[in-house]
């Protein structure tokens, strides 16, 4: 499976942003996607995960600002980003995993300035 992921760019503090994760083949048969970020000099960290169901895991730093969501008939994943913050600053990679193979995108930049 081959993931773009999309929809990154400036914005300020406040503010919102839609990533897109379009998959190059059907997403039915993925059980689980997530998104990630990675801040200069700090570790990639777990964002949002959603599994096939619709049941989403979120970070606490970004409960209640953002929402993942999957559309199957498309096969695109999505993060909704509300009341960004200067520390959502990163590199957002979506994943999906499929048996026990792992996925990744190759990456969308999202910087907010305060």
């Known amino acids: 499976v081959q993931l773009q992921a999309s929809g990154g760019g400036l914005v300020q503090a406040g503010g919102s942003l839609r990533l897109s994760c379009a998959a190059s083949?059907?997403?039915?048969?993925?059980?689980?996607m997530g998104w990630y970020r990675q801040a200069p000099g700090k570790q990639r960290e777990s964002v949002a995960t959603?599994?096939?169901?619709?049941?989403?895991v979120y970070a606490d730093s970004v409960k209640g600002r953002f929402t993942i969501s999957r559309d199957n008939a498309k096969n695109t994943m999505y993060l909704h980003m509300n009341s960004l913050k200067s520390e959502d600053t990163a590199v957002y990679y979506c994943?999906?995993?499929?048996?026990?193979?792992?996925?990744w995108g190759q990456g969308t930049q999202v910087t907010v300035s305060s």
């Open positions: 994943k999906a995993v499929r048996g026990h193979a792992d996925y």
């Open positions: 083949e059907s997403i039915f048969s993925i059980s689980v």
């Open positions: 959603i599994i096939n169901s619709g049941s989403a």
